[in-house]
């Protein structure tokens, strides 16, 4: 046995090699999500002191019944639905005015980088100013413009959510735009010219030449973009709380008040289930579809 | 050369020997956050560890709001951690903490909690005995107040009103006479806050309603809360209170005040230093504080704050730390933090003690406010009693929901958590 590790054939030098990496994934992953599913068959309420107390399925069953989770998993796949394709798009034109033969190409760079460096919770605190109903500059502008009744950006279900997408799209899209822009320059100009010798215009060339070579990583950016749409925490948190009532409240906000405020660890794990079950279910529609594509 | 090192090595000598003459006591104290004034709750520490040189003090602060010392002391506790013997905690917390077995009875080291608890001021004494068992010992108190501008009452030639009914009519006259389109008339808390859950409360305990009984079951009379809410609506209409009062923070009503921008503000006791101390404030001089209109028919009631001192259940040094909690909880205790830090007293001797009240004028005619008031709903899972009570006030008054949808979400939603 000994002799064996002094003097390793190859696959045992192998194993030896992985281990390390396989045991930090055991403890930083697998860990962590053995026991959240462990918990989700308890109750256990930090609140009351009692231990936790083996319940089954029980918490599985509430989940389903819990008016606040199906509407805390509509908002999370309508921020997702709205949001993402959102980014996309406008992600797409910061990109493509990146592109543009600037002479100077860092500051335009730099304003790309800027709102993508911003922590989350910054944005949402700032737009949250931007929306709110005497002291923000979204109403003084509107007054300006002649509207005489001030909107009450966050305190109406539509128009919070609105905000709140609005909010999440101008944070996002200049990481969208950064992929894509990596994308774009990887695109070889004698196609372009190819085109023009062709006669195509503008419009046929974004369409048929730019669009298609920049699939994979319009891919890659929906894969990364849908994934941290699912999340949604920090930006609803900071401008709405979840408000009015809970018609902005997402899954994450949903888990983060069930476990840190009810301190009710049992069915926040539950709940976070339910979730990476979502979010597993979303990746590997993707991972899927990018099989078929390769 | 020598004298110099004479004193240091006598120093460290007596050091040793008192060491070693008294089995030294290390007590870990959780003092809250800034506004709970560790650098005050320091200095008492420091006379009581000079009248008992056995005992030294070590202090731990923490997060500056009440959610966020519950979140933590409740992970702290839940591991039954022994490294801290005391704990400063928010009124709305003996409930909870007791019930889960955190805190050590204190009857074994005080005595009888009727006699124990008497000289301080009910609401206290009673929040702080749970299931006939002393929990805690009141620090400091406090309570929502009802401030006003005196010299605008004055100019129109108006009394304090004693009615909500006459509160409105009272702010709409200032109102059109200052022909100021931003002075609001009554300014209180409707953002999904702490202070929301007191804006539901304050008017339906005005009608003399309870929202729970002695053991925590809910005791909701959802005529009697649809109407507090539709009060508040009323006011909105009537141009009392300003539209966006859903997004009302503290803060907001603090700032908007000391602006001369409201005539009425329901605020906490900290309020009353920033009118008359802040370099911004427009209106130092001209507040005065009065108790809480009732509703028609019923009687003025405020929301009690306020903090307790608890000895951990899982202290090494039990009976040292209720000695402590003890000497923190005296009628001398309470009048140093309030003349040293305007911290409301516990006690009622204390509020009309000639030092205090020239050191807080007001105090005297808080004390009357404070006697009035009432502790928000006592529960073990107060987090959730408080975010599920604000949430929906806040949506309320949004107008995202109606009056009886609201109380009715409440009572739904309450009624598996207070039972």
């Not at chain 1, 696959?11 to 396989?22: H, I, Q």
């Not at chain 1, 959102?86 to 760079?109: E, I, Y």
Request: net charge positive; glycine share 8%.
């Amino acid at each position: 046995m000994l002799d064996r590790l002094r003097d390793p054939s190859e696959r045992t030098l192998g194993l030896l090699l992985l281990a390390p990496a396989f045991l930090l994934l055991l403890l930083i992953v697998v860990y962590p999500i053995g026991k959240l599913v462990f918990n989700s068959f308890f109750d256990l309420r930090l609140s009351g002191g009692g231990g936790p107390k083996f319940v089954g399925v029980e918490n599985y069953v509430l989940v389903f019944r819990d008016p606040d989770f199906w509407n805390a998993a509509k908002n999370t796949v309508l921020i997702t639905l709205i949001t993402v394709p959102g980014a996309l798009v406008v992600g797409l034109g910061l990109a493509l005015l990146a592109n543009l033969p600037f002479r100077r190409k860092w500051p335009v760079r730099l304003a790309l980088l800027l709102p993508w460096a911003l922590p989350l919770s910054f944005a949402g605190l700032i737009f949250a100013w931007f929306f709110h109903t005497e002291y923000g500059v979204v109403n003084d502008v509107m007054r300006r413009l002649g509207a005489d009744e001030p909107t009450m950006w966050l305190l109406r279900p539509g128009w919070a959510f609105t905000a709140i997408c609005l909010t999440i799209i101008w944070k996002t899209s200049s990481f969208m735009a950064l992929i894509l822009l990596a994308g774009l320059q990887m695109i070889p100009r004698s196609l372009y010219e190819a085109a023009e010798v062709d006669g195509a215009s503008r419009w046929q060339q974004f369409w048929q030449i730019t669009i298609p070579m920049l699939m994979p990583s319009i891919v890659v950016a929906l894969i990364f973009r849908t994934i941290t749409a699912l999340q949604t925490f920090d930006i609803p948190y900071t401008m709405t709380k979840g408000g009015p009532g809970n018609a902005t409240e997402t899954l994450a906000m949903l888990i983060h008040k069930t476990t840190i405020d009810y301190l009710d660890v049992g069915y926040g794990s539950t709940l976070a289930v339910c979730m990476f079950v979502l979010s597993l279910f979303v990746t590997g529609f993707y991972i899927r579809r990018i099989g078929r594509n390769a | 050369m020598q004298r110099r090192h004479l004193i240091p090595t006598i120093a460290l000598l007596a050091g040793l020997v008192t060491t070693s003459a008294f089995a030294q006591t290390t007590l870990r104290v959780f003092s809250g956050g800034a506004n709970q004034r560790p650098d005050l709750m320091r200095k008492l520490f420091d006379q009581y560890q000079a009248a008992n040189p056995g005992v030294k003090i070590e202090i731990e602060t923490g997060g500056a709001t009440s959610e966020l010392q519950r979140q933590y002391l409740s992970t702290v506790l839940n591991a039954k951690d022994s490294a801290i013997d005391i704990y400063m905690i928010d009124i709305v917390n003996p409930a909870q903490y007791f019930g889960a077995g955190w805190l050590e009875p204190l009857n074994a080291y005080l005595g009888n909690p009727a006699d124990v608890m008497k000289p301080y001021l009910p609401v206290y004494a009673a929040a702080n005995v749970v299931d006939g068992k002393i929990a805690a010992l009141p620090a400091f108190a406090d309570a929502m107040f009802m401030y006003y501008r005196k010299d605008l009452l004055a100019k129109y030639n108006l009394p304090e009103p004693k009615t909500w009914d006459e509160l409105a009519a009272t702010a709409k006259k200032i109102q059109e006479g200052e022909k100021n389109p931003n002075l609001q008339g009554l300014s209180i808390q409707g953002a999904p806050i702490e202070g929301a859950v007191c804006t539901f409360l304050l008017p339906y305990w005005g009608q003399g309603k309870e929202f729970n009984d002695a053991s925590g079951r809910m005791t909701l009379d959802r005529a009697a809360a649809t109407r507090g809410l539709n009060q508040w609506l009323g006011m909105v209409d009537a141009g009392v209170i300003k539209r966006n009062v859903a997004e009302v923070r503290t803060p907001d009503t603090v700032n908007e005040f000391k602006a001369g921008q409201v005539v009425f503000a329901i605020n906490w006791g900290f309020a009353w230093d920033r009118f008359k101390d802040d370099k911004d404030s427009t209106v130092q001089g001209k507040v005065g504080v009065m108790p809480l209109p009732a509703m028609p028919g019923g009687r003025s009631a405020t929301c009690v704050g306020g903090w307790q001192w608890a000895v951990s259940a899982f202290s090494k040094n039990k009976p040292a730390a209720a000695k402590l909690v003890q000497y923190m909880a005296t009628p001398a205790a309470s009048k140093f933090l309030a003349v040293e830090g305007s911290l409301m007293p516990t006690y009622q001797g204390v509020y009309t003690d000639a030092e205090v009240v020239k050191a807080v004028p007001w105090f005297r005619d808080a004390a009357n406010v404070v006697i009035a008031g009432k502790s928000r709903p006592l529960s073990k899972d107060y987090g959730q009693v408080s975010d599920v009570i604000r949430t929906t006030t806040s949506a309320v008054l949004a107008r995202t929901k109606k009056p009886e949808e609201g109380v009715a979400e409440i009572e739904a939603r309450l009624a598996r958590v207070m039972r």
